[in-house]
């Protein structure tokens, strides 16, 4: 019973010091003039920060759920004249109850609500926060007499804006939310939270692990974290300030696709096709407006390669360097370039765009085990990338492909007309099935041999350039073969029976011991000035034209059969016509009915204008069935006054 006295004394006596607290701090609440609210809040705030906030606007004081004064329309940092550092709807300071108490004003924590933070860069790159920096360093300097005070600032719906006299546009951070960390007692700097940057919301934070050093420019321990769907941001290293920026540490990117990332940040479109999943990681060192990364790893579309590189941050994007790889595949960038129509019968009409070049710079040196570019597989090969100016040349310094080796350049870049394409490549002694297969999609010719093209033209779609291509091309190959057609069978055959008919001459091989081909392009026109397939038995001489942009072909030329059995050779002159797909090759009917024996007596009829037995004849003899041999046989009277031509023979006449 005693103990329940005694609790239940105890229980009134911190009732009544509740009620006791409650009736002091409303007391304070009117007893405590606004004035003096604002000249200790003020205070407070200049000592911590060093900045002088005007605290003009209305002011409210709320003692419940905890001690807080509200001020309205603050301004923090005196910036000349010019346009204040942070301007806030509202500033919020939650109080400390015991020092309240004792008529004294703490604050426990500020939070700025829908501020509007301003970084002005002059000309000169000063910024308007130089002279708000000294002052902050002047705050937190050590100071013995100087008593613990707050150490969070919160920001809350704010707005950041960046403006440079240098640059035409200013960069807005949105729905600023920042929860500040101040070095009230240690001597690091803290900030978390998140904004939103071009429609993209970016979790962000900063450690400095001495703010002071880092406020009057000295190194200082950093570490950076930015996290958005776009594009990840990770460094951890040192910074310093003075005589100007330099930061040495770690550097972590990495994006679901550089393509957007690229996008988010610039604004401009990579074209072609890749620029997918992309990671780096390296050594980085800034100075003089530039990265530095040494021991880099770097992934892009599945490709790993490691080197050095090196960025410019003043502004023009470029990039500078060095990487070697193991493998290599470009299919992913190739594959965005889109040749034919839908129907694949026509050349692309769709315009072509080559957005984001001319914002970028490189100059970048590339060595690779192996490469892969669609069909193509090209051995070790060492290339240099050069885009300056809208305009991408790679230039092949030694490649050893199909075989053989490989050097050239290739570019492309803007034109008035839309996008101009230029070529310079030359393969020597190399493998022409897959050379001639894999680049070209050409399946007809083996063996081994030399190849060089120098062509350019230009034009608003793949359509239009194909109008445009000028240059030479020309090949020497050395004991190859032809594939999909005998020209030597197919010779003798019409050398025996000329008008045997065609037949199906597209199947097997031509063997040759060289074959020389000479091509001159202008607007789009080739002109075959000289076809040469050379071997023991036969010969082949080809010319005319074809065309790009209708994609067919005219082409005349006479085949001849070396060894016949004969004293004479058989030429046999031909033409080959239609679509490069599918052309017809016809051999010319003229000499084929002069070389027969049939067609003879017809031939001599038209010259004497007498052609009717002759014409008879002629039907017979090609109508006529052969003899199971060429032994005379003997014939009964009656079949021996038959009035028939054919009946008169035992074998069959050569057509």
Known sequence: MTAAKGLKRVGIAVAGLAAAAFVTLVGLSFLIPASAIRDGVKKEIQDVTGLDPRLSGGISVSLFPHASVSFRHVQLGDSDGAEPAVVADELKARLRYFPLLAGRIEIADVTLVRPTINVTFAADGHSNWSGLAASLARAVEPNPARTASFSEIGIVGGTVMVRDARKPLAERLGNVDFQLAWPSIS????????????????????TLSDFLAALTGQPSGVKLRLTSSPLNLAFDGTASNRPALKMAGTLDIDSPSLRDALYWTSGSRVPFGGFEHFALRAQSSVENNAISLTDVDVELDGNKAEGVLTLAVDGHRAVEGTLAADALNLTPYVGGVRLMAS???????????????????????????SIKVANAELGRTAVQANMSD???????????????????????????????????????????????????????????????????????????????????????????????????????????????????????RTPFDRLALDLKIDQGIVSVSDLQIASPTVRVGLGGQASVPTRDLDLR???TLVSTG???????????????????????????????????????????????????????????????SSTPV?????????????????????R
Do not use: Y
């Open 187 to 206: 001597r690091s700097f803290a900030a978390n939270g998140q904004f939103v940057w071009r429609e993209q919301t970016v979790a962000a934070s900063l």
């Open 343 to 369: 129907n694949e019968r026509t050349w692309d009409r769709l315009p072509i765009t080559l957005d984001g070049l001319a914002d970028f710079n490189l100059d970048l040196r590339l060595s690779a085990g």
């Open 390 to 508: 809208g305009k991408l040349d790679v230039t092949i310094g030694e490649s050893q492909t199909f075989g053989g080796l490989a050097t050239g350049s290739f570019g492309v870049g803007t034109a008035n007309d839309g996008v101009a394409v230029t070529s310079h490549l030359h393969f020597a002694d190399v493998d022409l099935a897959s050379c001639l297969g894999q680049i070209f999609g050409v399946h007809k010719l083996e063996g081994r041999g030399t190849l060089t093209f120098d062509i350019n033209g230009s034009g608003g779609s793949v359509w239009a350039l194909t109008r445009t291509l000028s240059g030479t091309a020309n090949l020497v190959a050395t004991d190859g073969a032809l594939s999909g057609i005998d020209i030597e069978q197919l010779l003798r055959r019409l050398d025996k029976r000329p008008l045997s008919g065609n037949g199906d001459f597209r199947s097997g």
């Open 557 to 559: 030329g006479t085949a």
């Open 566 to 628: 004969s004293d004479s050779e058989f030429n046999l002159p031909f033409v080959v016509q239609g679509p490069w797909e599918n052309p017809i090759i016809l051999p010319d009917a003229s000499s084929l009915i002069q070389r027969s024996p049939a067609a003879a007596p017809l031939l001599d009829a038209v010259k004497r204008h007498s052609a009717g037995d002759a014409v008879r004849s002629v039907i017979d003899q090609l109508f006529a069935a052969p003899a199971a």
């Open 634 to 654: 003997t014939t009964s009277p009656a079949s021996a006054t038959s009035t028939s031509p054919a009946s008169a023979t035992t074998t069959s006449s050569p």
